[in-house]
T-cell receptor
């Protein structure tokens, strides 16, 4: 089955720790995205990548880092510099078609202890 | 001013009624518009996309786009309790490569 997987589903972080969220897709999509969703809020773009070995900051990139070494994978690291990381993190991907339909993975819920 | 605005709701409709969800956007020239459904605790699921003025129908869902007035709407006919969810409007602004701007969502409850 084609799709997007994210792991872990739940993640707990202590103050001062870096944590890495995994995102993998087998849809052969070139573009991948990371969003953050806070309760009652829409989605805010953290980082996006249109091609391997290239990525751009979104609206709220501070305190986050990414890599894109493989087409299928786009991991997100939440660093200790992110002061309020508790949120629902969503990974998405899209093809290079102009209509840019984005499809989402199941998400990772991160809680800071 | 928010770039994509939606009434947060909650919007309640009785089972079998038509639910009408609205979205306005600020960037004139936006070309692509999407509706996502998000159940509580789950990720968004794409249910409709629309690119041209007018109506687009898919089963019980109809998306309506009016670029001159900068609004896009979603109608759900014969609403079912399983339609109860938050509906997110997303817009691809002009000049963006592939990024979307999302509204904060409208919470819909369909009452049995």
């Amino acid at each position: 089955d084609g799709g997007i997987t994210q792991s872990p589903k739940y993640l707990f972080r202590k103050e001062g720790q870096n944590v890495t969220l995994s995102c993998e897709q087998n849809l052969n999509h070139d573009a991948m995205y990371w969003y953050r969703q806070d309760p009652g809020q829409g989605l805010r773009l953290i980082y996006y990548s249109q091609i391997v070995n290239d990525f751009q900051k979104g609206d709220i990139a501070e305190g986050y880092s990414v890599s894109r070494e493989k087409k299928e994978s786009f991991p997100l690291t939440v660093t200790s510099a992110q002061k309020n990381p508790t949120a629902f993190y969503l990974c998405a991907s899209s093809s290079t078609r102009p209509d840019n339909e984005q499809f989402f993975g199941p998400g990772t819920r991160l809680t800071v202890l | 001013q928010k770039e994509v605005e939606q009434n947060s709701g909650p919007l309640s409709v009785p089972e079998g009624a038509i639910a009408s969800l609205n979205c306005t956007y600020s960037d004139r020239g936006s070309q692509s518009f999407f509706w996502y459904r998000q159940y509580s605790g789950k990720s968004p699921e794409l249910i409709m996309s629309i690119y041209s003025n007018g109506d687009k129908e898919d089963g019980r869902f109809t998306a309506q786009l009016n670029k001159a007035s900068q609004y896009v709407s979603l109608l759900i006919r014969d609403s079912q309790p399983s339609d109860s969810a938050t509906y997110l409007c997303a817009v691809k602004p002009p000049g963006s490569a592939r990024q979307l701007t999302f509204g904060s969502g409208t919470q819909l409850t369909v009452l049995p």
